[in-house]
């Protein structure tokens, strides 16, 4: 990754939200949003785009935080777990997790719930098979994927949406 040679102001649309900020373009969108923006249910995993617990939405499409650099946006909206609920409730699917009782640590749950967004808005009943293979970006390192699958299909069958 080659290195901005200064800071700059860039606008970023964030849960609906346009915030100004002046930063390196080359800073990964994951620093910006915890640091810059104090969202910090964005989480640092691996640093390597591996495991997940960075994801968030950019123009509805699930992705690595920590591997987008903020320059590279280009005014995009970036939906981040703080975006998810809306008038102060819950969505559907972060009232199945609860439900579910999808999360142990919980240090990976806003990765999941970011990405299983996605896969709602794309497929609004999908099987077994399509959460888990869908999923199987996102790690879990205290084995409750069997429950976030089941949570996934739970706030699918209340049909209430995302």
């Known amino acids: 990754m080659a290195e901005s ?13 346009t915030h100004k900020v002046i930063v390196y373009p080359d800073t990964p ?3 910006v949003l915890r640091d810059e923006l104090d969202l910090t249910g964005t989480k640092y ?7 997940g617990a960075c994801t968030v939405l950019i123009a509805g499409v699930p992705m690595r935080s920590c591997q987008m650099q903020v320059g590279n946006i280009g005014g995009k909206p970036i939906t981040t777990i703080e975006g998810l609920a809306q008038d102060d409730r819950l969505s559907a699917l972060q009232q199945a997790f609860l439900e579910k ?3 142990q640590c919980a240090y990976c749950t806003s990765g999941f719930l970011v990405a299983s967004t996605a896969l709602l808005r794309s497929n609004a009943h999908p099987s077994t098979q399509q959460v888990a293979q869908f999923l199987q970006g996102n790690i879990c390192r205290c084995g409750t994927h069997p429950r976030i699958i089941a949570a996934v299909q739970r706030a699918a069958e209340m049909g209430k949406g995302v």
């Open 45 to 51: 995993g691996c640093g390597e785009g591996q495991c």
């Open 101 to 103: 009782d999808a999360m």
């Open 29 to 31: 969108l994951l620093w």
């Open 5 to 17: 040679t200064g800071t700059a102001p860039i606008e970023l649309l964030v849960n609906g939200k």
